[in-house]
């Protein structure tokens, strides 16, 4: 499954989630092809591992509700679907929430900002998610590895 990262348009703008960061993820209902991203069958050179923005400076237990997983995030990967602005009113914090409909009718009304310059899209290697098995090539120094992760431990 794929999954792509947020952020706000203005870095100054107040914080919308339940952690410090302007940083959140989406990933469409169902699943997505890898087209959707600019992506066709083959090996993907992966440009950054994360873990999700939930989790990003977490002790480990604050957002711990959110789940936890990795992000493999991959080069060149750009999404081409209309993904309104991803603001989802159970990632907003507990002071949004009188207001979360009008948060989510914003989010479904206007696009996201940003699309065409790039995009931090990957795959979802999450706890509780459905992307595995998945097949890794690490090429090094002349050598080449392959790993296949099958579960998150």
């Known amino acids: 499954m794929?999954?792509?990262i947020t952020t706000a348009v203005d870095e100054d703008a107040p914080r919308l989630f339940q952690w410090d960061h302007p940083f959140?993820?989406?990933?469409?209902?169902?699943?997505?092809?890898a087209a959707q991203f600019g992506l066709s069958?083959?090996?993907?050179?992966?440009?950054?591992?994360?873990?999700l923005p939930a989790r990003w400076d977490d002790d480990g237990e604050r957002?711990?509700?959110?789940g936890d997983g990795i992000i493999l995030l991959l080069d060149g990967a750009r999404e081409t679907r209309?993904?309104?602005?991803?603001?989802?009113?159970s990632l907003l914090r507990a002071e949004l929430?009188?207001?979360?409909?009008?948060?989510?009718?914003?989010?479904?009304?206007?696009?996201?900002?940003?699309?065409a310059e790039g995009s931090?899209?990957?795959?979802?290697?999450?706890?509780?998610?459905n992307a595995y098995p998945a097949s890794l090539r690490v090429v090094s120094n002349g050598w080449t590895q392959a790993y296949t992760?099958?579960?998150?431990?």
């Open 97 to 115: 929430h009188g207001v979360r409909a009008t948060v989510e009718a914003h989010s479904n009304a206007v696009t996201m900002a940003g699309l």
């Open 82 to 89: 209309d993904v309104g602005t991803a603001l989802f009113p």
């Open 149 to 153: 992760i099958d579960r998150w431990d």
């Open 41 to 51: 069958a083959g090996w993907v050179s992966v440009a950054g591992i994360t873990r």
């Open 24 to 33: 959140s993820w989406y990933v469409w209902s169902g699943g997505s092809p």
């Open 120 to 129: 931090a899209v990957g795959i979802d290697l999450r706890e509780q998610g």
């Open 63 to 66: 957002f711990k509700h959110q």
């Open 2 to 4: 794929h999954i792509g």
